[in-house]
């Protein structure tokens, strides 16, 4: 109740404060997000804390977060009202209350209405939803941050429009000291990147163990899998079997789950998942501009345009050596070309890994 709750009760006795505490949020580990109204305005408003006694390492995390939120001047996240991260008890910071509902939900409705398999229009929508999603994320990165925890929950949708969430996990890239020790594992273990999995950073960002914008590339490709599909494609008895299938297994190619999916959409899925970040062909997108610019190309074959060559340009972009010969149109409306090019892509990667 929040009468006996001692945050509230310091909080709301504040002379000076600007906002009263109205409503609990959510509640977890050693934090709360209360729901919270300006008193002049009555706008209402979320007020994130941490309580009670917090090591060194979650108060600096907190407070990088909020930092983290601050540098973005844009609508990507929700706006900071006010930081008091750095009282001695209790840090809090105020932002604004999000209107809308999350991914997670937004899937558990599609799953209600029946829409899966997706149909055409459908997936068109996916693609044009997660372009803009996409974008957004670029905006994180090009502030210099990683959010490294992106999921449908951490996603949420305020009138057709994504809006990223909880940056608790977020860290600056290129900062001489990080939080996280080497060999933490941080993330949520489905969506997690086989770098994250790993829980270690090398000496050589090239061999891929170090969190980069790429990180955050392929856990935007967990999530539009399971968007197209409704399934994930790394899953396990346990967080760690889960991860142990990041680094070491490819996942099943979501164009056999789902005829409407273009061999290009999928080529584009699959290099999302890719287990090694760097550049080269068959190796995951290093930027998001890049996928930003896939992703446009691969629209265009749900916009009821000409589609004439159109999955093939898009696979010579996507694997360019590979993909020589695959001249002709690789559209839905002859599977047996799209089966042909299942056939080359499965030889292709067994090709890769001897």
Known sequence: ?????????????????????????GKGGMGAVYEGEEITTKKRVAIKAILGIADEDARARFALEAKSMKAIKNNSIPEIYEDRTDAEKD?????????????KKELEEWVRQGYFPLDKERIGEVISNFIKLATKIKTIHDAGI?????????????????????????FEKGAKERLSQTGMILGTPKYMSPEQAYGSKVKDVADSKEVTDSSDIFSLGVMLYQYLTNTLPFEGASSNAIMINIMTQEPVEPITKNNNITPALNAVVMKMLAKTPRDGTGNRYRNMK?????????????QGKEIVEKSAESLDRIFPAESAGFSKSLTLDNPMEAMEYMAWRQKWRGDRSR
């Open 1 to 25: 109740m929040l009468q006996n709750d001692p945050f509230v009760k310091a909080f709301n006795s504040n002379p000076n404060r600007k906002y009263t505490i109205i409503g609990m949020l």
């Open 91 to 103: 840090p809090y910071y105020i932002m604004e209350k999000l209107q809308g509902s999350d991914m």
């Open 146 to 170: 990683v959010h490294r925890d992106l999921k449908p929950e951490n996603v949420f949708i305020v009138s057709k429009d994504p809006v990223i969430t909880d940056l608790g996990l977020a």
């Open 290 to 302: 890049a996928l930003i610019d896939e992703l446009l190309h691969v629209q265009e074959e749900y």
